[in-house]
């Protein structure tokens, strides 16, 4: 069975501060791609990023980090230096090779506080 | 920049109407999805096309939704005698190399 889990439901940190959003995942399947997207309050879905099961590289772009292990099924986010312009839900979510169907984890309400 | 559109923005339907949710996909993309999110909850799967056939369904895709591609161009999302617990944000997708493109999302909200 393919499943997302992200334990995390909501964080609040201060401005300035790192935090890390957790996402473990479960598939049958050894080519998948795994995906975060940001949902602002405005509600908009925005993509963030890919993963390959075959490219264990961690990844950043800007104050985006991504840690992705095989061997503990973990797809974790990092953000540095947070803003207040990062508060949104955070979903991480899976897909197999066919990208036939995507499976959401139930996301990370992330408020950064002035 | 090419994007994902969705009409109408806001739905509102009494229990047991039928509604027609519409999206305009990016062109060229052969990957389209409809999900569906319960206000404050998941993001959930509904159906996949590829290459203008259906290619999953979920166990939430009853016969109570189906779905069209009227004109070979845009999709549209059937739900037929909509109930309460239909009230949702609807959301199409689009997929291409990379990245999954979301329209900005239908609200149905079924009185």
């Known amino acids: 069975a393919q499943k997302v889990t992200q334990a995390q439901t909501e964080i609040s940190v201060v401005e300035k501060e790192d935090v890390t959003l957790d996402c473990v995942y479960e598939t049958r399947d050894t080519t998948y791609y795994l995906f975060w997207y940001k949902q602002p309050p405005s509600g908009e879905l925005v993509f963030l990023i890919r993963?390959?099961?075959?490219?264990?590289q961690n990844e950043i772009s800007g104050r985006y980090s991504w840690n992705f292990q095989k061997s503990t099924s973990s797809f974790n986010f990092t953000i540095t230096a947070s803003q207040v312009v990062d508060s949104a839900v955070y979903f991480c979510?899976?897909?197999?090779?066919?990208?036939?169907?995507?499976?959401f984890g139930s996301g990370t309400k992330l408020n950064v506080k002035p | 920049e090419p994007e994902v559109t969705q009409t109408p923005s806001h739905q509102v339907t009494q229990m047991g109407q039928e509604v027609i949710l519409r999206c305009v996909p990016i062109?060229?993309?052969?990957?389209f999805y409809w999900y569906r999110q319960i206000l404050g909850q998941k993001v959930e799967f509904l159906v996949s096309?590829?290459?203008?056939?259906?290619?999953?369904k979920s166990e939430i895709f009853d016969d109570q939704f189906s779905v069209e591609r009227p004109d070979g161009s845009n999709f549209t999302l059937k739900i037929r005698s909509t109930k309460l617990e239909d009230s949702a944000m609807y959301f199409c997708?689009?997929?291409?190399?990379?990245?999954?493109?979301f329209g900005p999302g239908t609200r149905l909200t079924v009185t």
């Open positions: 062109s060229n993309h052969l990957y």
């Open positions: 979510a899976l897909t197999g090779y066919n990208f036939n169907k995507f499976y």
């Open positions: 096309f590829y290459n203008n056939e259906i290619s999953e």
């Open positions: 993963r390959n099961s075959f490219d264990e």
């Open positions: 997708a689009t997929y291409r190399g990379h990245e999954q493109y």
